[in-house]
């Protein structure tokens, strides 16, 4: 330490990044007595999110937590129906059956839901979240993550040391490219077909409901509802995005004409390209979430595809699974990385099977779609699951659910 300089502070569970994952652990961890620090770089949660679902698991667990009232008072949508056109075959996904309270999933605001999570963990003496703090480093001792320089509001880097280090801090995360050269990490990357425009048309009153899919070759567009408007997503062929600007807003609007006519009447609401935002679509998994002194979860370790939209909900399923197993040690002070592998090994399978199920629907659905040649038919998998009733059961229940969900812990659960 140089002559002058004030020694880091500390706590013992530091937390990279305030997305879904890093804050619902925070709160669960404050529950348990754990002195939990979440950094989030950025002065607010207001940004342009597009994982806004909120799938019946989750909506359960924040029932378990006591802030279902809470959520309900939140602005929201309930889709209770999904229904794709995939080539010639009609195909509705069913939620009527769904275990619990829940039969839909949720579409909020991701802002909203995370300030609701935040102010819950305020509640908690334990709990501290500073806003407007980069993380640019990790603090090394050996082989050990000790912690992590920040940059503050002011800044000023300075550094934060923790029993342990948890990255929350997504896809590109930073925690994760200081240690992925130098540590056993690597991440296996799947590749995907598509990456998505994201952008908003109004919604009128006698518009339909709930989430829809056109899926023809050359194009494919899903509608979700929003209340006012549609949140649509048009998927185009993967490093497309900077030829397909070139040819102008209005190839845009013609094909989404083409696709749902009823769009027609107010596709030129979509002035230009700046009204448009590009999502790079990955497809990953770290190979090992952990190295000593610090374990990935939510999208730094496994990147999902925005295909069913369960990316949020696995993340809250890695912060639940991950507070069960380490509150207890870390109350001790100390986790060690057999305690953080059981972290892997209890997220590991549902992780592996939706990617897998991404990967088929990538190669099976979505390729043949986007290459722009006309198939006589939809897949047999698709048909088979269109005129099947369980098969759009279990559909529903893998995507509103998911395998192996998660519950709260007993520390944790408040009466709602």
């Known amino acids: 330490m140089s002559p002058g300089s004030s020694a880091p502070e500390a706590t013992t569970c530091l937390i990279v990044g305030g997305g879904p994952a890093g804050v619902m652990l925070g ?23 597009r994982g806004d679902t909120v799938h019946a698991s989750t909506l359960r667990l924040l029932d378990e937590l006591g802030l279902g ?24 996904v069913d939620l009527s059956r769904l275990p619990g309270n829940h039969q839909h999933i949720a579409l909020v605001p991701q802002w909203d839901f995370l300030e609701m999570l935040a102010d819950a963990a305020k509640a908690e003496p334990t709990f501290r979240l500073m806003r407007s703090t980069e993380v640019v480093g990790v603090i090394r001792e050996g082989d050990r993550v000790a912690g992590v320089t920040y940059r503050d509001e002011t800044g000023e880097t300075k550094r934060m040391r923790a029993a342990l280090t948890v990255a929350c801090d997504g896809r590109s995360s930073t925690v994760r490219s200081a240690l992925i050269s130098t540590t056993r990490l690597r991440l296996r990357s799947f590749g995907a077909p598509m990456d998505v425009w994201w952008f908003r048309l109004p919604r009128r009153p006698d518009d339909p409901t709930g989430l829809a899919g056109v899926l023809r070759a050359g194009h494919a567009i899903i509608t979700i509802d929003r209340g006012d408007y549609y949140q649509i997503a048009y ?12 040819e102008g807003i209005g190839a845009l609007h013609r094909a989404l004409t083409g696709m749902v006519p009823w769009l027609g009447d107010r596709v030129d609401q979509l002035a230009s390209f700046d009204d448009v935002k590009l999502l790079d679509v990955q497809l990953n998994r770290l190979r090992r979430w952990y190295s000593d002194g610090v374990l990935f979860i939510g999208d730094a370790a496994h990147a999902m595809s925005p295909v069913a939209g369960v990316g949020i909900n696995l993340a809250v399923a890695d912060a639940v699974a991950a507070a069960r197993i380490l509150a207890g040690p870390l109350r001790s002070g100390r986790v060690s990385t057999r305690q953080l592998a059981r972290v892997q090994i209890r997220r590991w399978l549902p992780t592996v099977l939706l990617q897998a199920v991404q990967r088929t629907i990538h190669a099976n659905v979505i390729a043949a779609t986007i290459t722009g040649s006309e198939l006589p038919s939809a897949p047999s998998a698709v048909r088979l699951v269109a005129r099947t009733p369980a098969l759009r059961r279990f559909a529903g229940y893998l995507v509103a659910i998911g395998p192996l969900p998660e519950h709260a812990p007993g520390y944790a659960r408040r009466p709602g």
């Not at 709160?27 to 999110?49: N, Q």
């Not at 309900?72 to 229904?83: K, V």
Request: aromatic residues 6%; glycine residues 6%; hydrophobic residues 45%.
């Open 235 to 246: 998927i185009i062929p993967k490093g497309s995005d900077a030829r397909l600007r070139t």
């Open 27 to 49: 709160l669960l961890l404050a529950r348990a007595g754990v002195k939990v620090t979440v950094m989030e770089k950025h002065a607010d949660f207001l940004r342009d999110f």
């Open 69 to 92: 009232a809470r959520f309900a008072d939140l602005p929201h949508r309930l889709i209770s129906t999904i229904r794709m056109q995939i080539q010639d075959a009609p195909v509705g």
